[in-house]
Structure formats: C-alpha cells, structure tokens
C-alpha cells in the first residue's frame, strides 16, 4: 500500500521560507513522478510544482520561488519555499505518479499559513 505523508508545514510572516517534506512508503518516488498541489480555502486544488525523470513543471506564480528537492535514501521528497506570500496560504499536499499529469497516491495535507 502506498502512503505519503507531508510535514513541515506552518506559519510564517511574508517574505520567510518553509520546507515541506513528503515521505513515500510502498513505492520508491524516484520511479514515478512526484508533484505538490494547494489548496486554499474555497478555492480548487491547484498545481504548484512536480518533478518526472528530471524534468520539472511549474505554476506561473512558483516563479524561481519553490524548487523541488530529493533524498532518495529517506525514500522522501521536500519542497523548499523562498519569499512566501499571503496569497501562499494553503493547504499543501504531495502526491505520486505516473506523469506529471496524472498522480494516482495523495498525503493528508499540511496547512502552510502566511501572515502579512
């Protein structure tokens, strides 16, 4: 059975940086893609950043901000967030799959707040 769990989220004032973590148990990441999505309150799941045999795809409003890093002995990816702002205040969620298009294993979600 394949989990992931994400961690390391939480406040922060605007211009400071967090690293979210996401931990695979069941499959091996570097095998699938991997992408991080948000959710903000009353608005859709939104793509953020995903990575795929070393190609990576961004949203627009990353812009050099969030990159995407890898500890393949942890079996764990982290997503490392620089300048955040408030309109960064979401729900931040991992998932796993085939492409960079399609994921088929999501975690439970970290709240990242951003105070102004």
């Known amino acids: 059975q394949v989990q992931l769990v994400e961690s390391g989220g939480g406040l922060v004032q605007t211009g400071g940086s967090l690293r979210l973590s996401c931990a695979a148990s069941g499959r091996t990441f570097s095998n699938y893609a991997m992408g991080w999505f948000r959710q903000a309150p009353g608005k859709e799941r939104e793509f953020v950043i995903g990575?795929?045999?070393?190609?990576?795809r961004y949203a627009d409003f990353v812009k050099g901000r969030f990159t995407i890093s890898t500890d393949n002995a942890k079996n764990t990816k982290y997503l490392q967030m620089n300048n955040l702002k408030p309109e960064d205040t979401a729900v931040y969620y991992c998932?796993?799959?085939?492409?960079?298009?399609?994921?088929?294993?999501w975690g439970q979600g970290t709240q990242v707040t951003v105070s102004s």
């Open positions: 998932a796993s799959g085939g492409s960079l298009y399609n994921y088929d294993y």
């Open positions: 990575t795929s045999a070393g190609a990576t």
